[in-house]
């Protein structure tokens, strides 16, 4: 009977849910989670966002490409440009379209640039225009990168104090029971746990916007080959 009755009573000193523990973790640990919660928080937000621009971006794109291969000249395209004012190709096209535009004014001025200059001022524009455009994607995605690769050290840290703490209670009351013990093996674990609730979501955005990204570039650099073909049949004529 006294053995069921202490049982009992070890049972409701050790009953601790995530909450209580939390509550009475000690304010380094109470710091360390209140970080990683804001850090997950503004990770969700970036993911959101980032997934919402690259939808937009990836159907502009498509629309564009339809439009530039139906288009009768480079003229009518650039004039449509406003419709698609979230295509990356839409602002590449643009930096290309106005370097090709200087190219020609210039050789009418002059008369004697050469095919190859004005080939390595276009091939330059493009590669500018396209460097722009994916750092303008890669924008807060360092974010991501950093809270993948930081979170569990954060959450390790609170582990740590958490389990110092433990030993500190066990210290100064001379006892290395459960109900002693187990405040702060719990805010230790759930250091852990939200370390890692951060990190693991924050990585997988990260390599899936990543993925994402290098697949636009890829349709660029296509897209920019395309433009410099067309462009040297109708636009540098071998002397």
Same mark, same amino acid.
């Given at each position: 009977?006294?053995?069921?009755?202490?049982?009992?009573?070890?049972?409701?000193?050790?009953?601790?849910?995530?909450?209580?523990?939390?509550?009475?973790?000690?304010?380094?640990?109470?710091?360390?989670?209140?970080?990683?919660?804001?850090?997950?928080?503004?990770?969700?937000?970036?993911?959101?966002?980032?997934?919402?621009?690259?939808?937009?971006?990836?159907?502009?794109?498509?629309?564009?490409?339809?439009?530039?291969?139906?288009?009768? $000249? &480079?003229?009518? @395209?650039? +004039?449509?440009?406003?419709?698609?004012?979230?295509?990356?190709? *839409?602002?590449?096209? %643009? =930096?290309?379209?106005?370097?090709?535009?200087?190219?020609?004014?210039?050789?009418?001025?002059?008369?004697?640039?050469? $095919? &190859?200059?004005? @080939?390595? +001022?276009?091939?330059?524009?493009?590669?500018?225009?396209?460097? *722009?455009?994916?750092? %303008? =994607?890669?924008?807060?995605?360092?974010?991501?990168?950093?809270?993948?690769?930081?979170?569990?050290?954060?959450?390790?840290?609170?582990?740590?104090?958490?389990?110092?703490?433990?030993?500190?209670?066990?210290?100064?009351?001379?006892?290395?029971?459960?109900?002693?013990?187990?405040?702060?093996?719990?805010?230790?674990?759930?250091?852990?746990?939200?370390?890692?609730?951060?990190?693991?979501?924050?990585?997988?955005?990260?390599?899936?916007?990543?993925?994402?990204?290098?697949?636009?570039?890829?349709?660029?650099?296509?897209?920019?080959?395309?433009?410099?073909?067309?462009?040297?049949?109708?636009?540098?004529?071998?002397?």
């Amino acid at each position: 009977m006294n053995y069921a009755y202490a049982e009992s009573t070890l049972k409701s000193q050790v009953s601790i849910s995530a909450w209580d523990a939390i509550a009475h973790a000690s304010p380094i640990v109470q710091l360390t989670l209140l970080i990683l919660i804001l850090m997950s928080v503004i990770s969700w937000a970036i993911a959101v966002s980032k997934h919402k621009q690259m939808n937009i971006t990836t159907s502009d794109d498509e629309k564009f490409e339809t439009m530039f291969w139906k288009a009768n $000249s &480079l003229d009518d @395209i650039y +004039n449509s440009l406003d419709d698609f004012k979230n295509s990356t190709k *839409s602002k590449v096209f %643009k =930096l290309a379209y106005l370097e090709l535009r200087k190219l020609a004014d210039l050789e009418d001025n002059e008369n004697n640039i050469s $095919s &190859l200059k004005g @080939i390595d +001022n276009l091939e330059r524009a493009l590669r500018k225009a396209i460097d *722009s455009e994916l750092a %303008k =994607l890669e924008g807060r995605l360092s974010f991501l990168a950093t809270t993948g690769s930081t979170g569990p050290f954060i959450g390790l840290f609170g582990t740590v104090w958490g389990i110092m703490g433990a030993f500190q209670k066990i210290g100064s009351t001379g006892m290395a029971s459960l109900a002693v013990v187990a405040p702060g093996i719990s805010e230790a674990l759930i250091a852990t746990a939200i370390g890692l609730a951060t990190a693991i979501p924050a990585t997988i955005f990260y390599n899936h916007f990543l993925t994402r990204i290098r697949i636009i570039e890829l349709d660029l650099n296509n897209f920019s080959a395309d433009f410099l073909n067309i462009a040297k049949r109708n636009f540098f004529k071998e002397s």
